[in-house]
T-cell receptor, first 113, second 114 residues
Framework: DAGITQSPRHKVTETGTPVTLRCHQT?????MYWYRQDPGHGLRLIHY???????DKGEVSDGYSVSRSKTEDFLLTLESATSSQTSVYFC????????????FGEGSWLTVV | GQQLNQSPQSMFIQEGEDVSMNCTSS?????WLWYKQDPGEGPVLLIA?????ELTSNGRLTAQFGITRKDSFLNISASIPSDVGIYFC??????????????FGSGTQLTVLP
């Protein structure tokens, strides 16, 4: 395994409530990513981090915020969840130097009702 | 933004047949990755390519980084039932922003018939 833990793995929440997903790594990788996966859209990048307190937006960042206060944790927050944010969320970690690459966690299934 | 076209979208093949799928990009990439995803799980890395022209194998899987740096293909030889799943290509661009992230293709759903 690539040393990635996502929590919670499954969550049902109500529209308008805040939700935080956590990605924890034990590999000391610089890069961490949050993707969402929806039928017909594949994997789309929400936000990513290239170091502690260094984050940037991805393709579908509206409605999401992230924080990385330490190397091992990358948090994804939905400030006010909407039904359109029902999805599977994947965290990924890694680097692009030869011999290294990007590895994915097992996913967090979020349902907003 | 970068565009990745992956084809075919789906394939139905007989067990034992060879499979080929490919991805093309609207811009130059300096890394190509191929992943497989089983239902209910995260994508698992199959092959990573870092140089134009590179040809890399992993068991029955072979992938190549196109010399134009805008395409890559994945071949699976002698398919078996456990090859069923969704295969994704992913690429890393060369600009300062795109170099920090991966862009994914839409996936190829592979079904292997007995």
């Amino acid at each position: 395994d690539a040393g990635i833990t996502q929590s919670p793995r499954h969550k049902v929440t109500e529209t308008g409530t805040p939700v935080t997903l956590r990605c924890h790594q034990t590999e000391n990788h610089r890069y961490m990513y949050w993707y969402r996966q929806d039928p017909g859209h594949g994997l789309r990048l929400i936000h990513y981090s290239y170091g502690v307190k260094d984050t940037d937006k991805g393709e579908v960042s509206d409605g999401y915020s992230v924080s990385r206060s330490k190397t091992e944790d990358f948090l994804l927050t939905l400030e006010s969840a909407t039904s359109s944010q029902t999805s599977v969320y994947f965290c990924a970690i890694g680097s692009f130097s030869p011999g290294n690459t990007i590895y994915f966690g097992e996913g967090s299934w979020l349902t907003v009702v | 933004g970068q565009q990745l076209n992956q084809s075919p979208q789906s394939m139905f093949i007989q067990e034992g047949e060879d499979v080929s799928m490919n991805c093309t990009s609207s811009s130059i990439f300096n890394t190509w990755l191929w992943y497989k995803q089983d239902p209910g799980e995260g994508p698992v890395l199959l092959i990573a390519l870092y140089k134009a022209g590179e040809l890399t194998s992993n068991g029955r899987l072979t992938a190549q980084f196109g010399i134009t740096r805008k395409d890559s293909f994945l071949n699976i030889s002698a398919s078996i039932p456990s090859d069923v799943g969704i295969y994704f290509c992913a690429g890393r661009g060369i600009s300062s922003g795109s170099a920090r992230q991966l862009t994914f293709g839409s996936g190829t759903q592979l079904t292997v018939l007995p």
